[in-house]
């Protein structure tokens, strides 16, 4: 069967300061790979999606950046956080069109 | 533009009544539509999915409708328990591999 897992769970990290979220998918080859970000009390809103390895879409302009170095694994990096980057970031996958989307566990990140 | 619209409200019912979230969509011709579970804390969890073909799907005690002419998807639940609590978020495929989500209805269930 197919997981997906993310990592870390939970982070608090100054401002200024890097960042790394990864996420890898197990039991699947070739998905769709999605990060979105979800402020409190706000909608999911899709940061970068992949199609491919080395593909990476992005949907909102902003300090972050994604990676796609392995078919199955996608990172998430800042060089420098800014308050407004703290929420809830959640990793996803999907088939492809018209197919369920397979959300991680979610991370945590608290600027301070 | 593109918009996904579902309640902002929370929906207060007691256990045992039927619960209705909406979903009403503009400007996209979505070929399905989907219907998430999220608890607090937690990711979306899928529920059902809904093609434009079909006008009704049925799972256990959750029932989705999909009006392509209103542009509106209704999602009911039945025999409403407590544990039913949580937001429910519609999704729509508005490009090429990208799926974009509804902000979501809360609902809660009184016992």
């Known amino acids: 069967s197919q997981t997906i897992h993310q990592w870390p769970a939970t982070l608090v990290q100054p401002v200024g300061s890097p960042l790394s979220l990864e996420c890898t998918v197990e039991?699947?080859?070739?998905?769709?790979l999605y990060w979105y970000r979800q402020a409190a009390g706000r909608g999911l809103q899709l940061l970068f999606y992949?199609?491919?390895?080395?593909?990476i879409s992005s949907e909102v302009p902003q300090n972050l950046s994604a990676s796609r170095p392995q078919d199955r694994q996608f990172i998430l990096s800042s060089k420098k956080l800014l308050l407004s980057d703290s929420g809830f970031y959640l990793c996803?996958?999907?088939?492809?069109?018209?197919?369920?989307?397979?959300f991680g566990e979610g991370s945590w990140l608290t600027v301070v | 533009s593109q918009k996904i619209e579902q309640n902002s409200e929370a929906l207060n019912i007691q256990e045992g009544k039927t619960a209705t979230l909406t979903c009403n969509y503009t400007?996209?011709?979505?070929?399905?539509l989907q219907w998430y579970r999220q608890d607090p804390g937690r990711g979306p969890v899928f529920l059902l999915l809904?093609?434009?073909?079909?006008k009704e799907k049925r799972k256990e005690r959750l029932k989705v409708t999909f009006d392509t002419t209103l542009k509106q998807s209704l999602f009911h639940i039945t025999a409403s328990q407590p544990a039913d609590s949580a937001t429910y978020l519609c999704?729509?495929?508005?490009?090429?591999?990208?799926?974009?989500f509804g902000r979501g209805t809360s609902l809660i269930v009184h016992p």
């Open positions: 999704a729509l495929e508005g490009g090429s591999y990208i799926p974009t």
């Open positions: 039991g699947t080859s070739n998905p769709n």
């Open positions: 809904i093609r434009e073909n079909e």
């Open positions: 992949s199609v491919g390895i080395g593909q």
């Open positions: 400007n996209y011709s979505p070929a399905y």
């Open positions: 996803a996958w999907t088939r492809g069109t018209g197919n369920t989307i397979y």
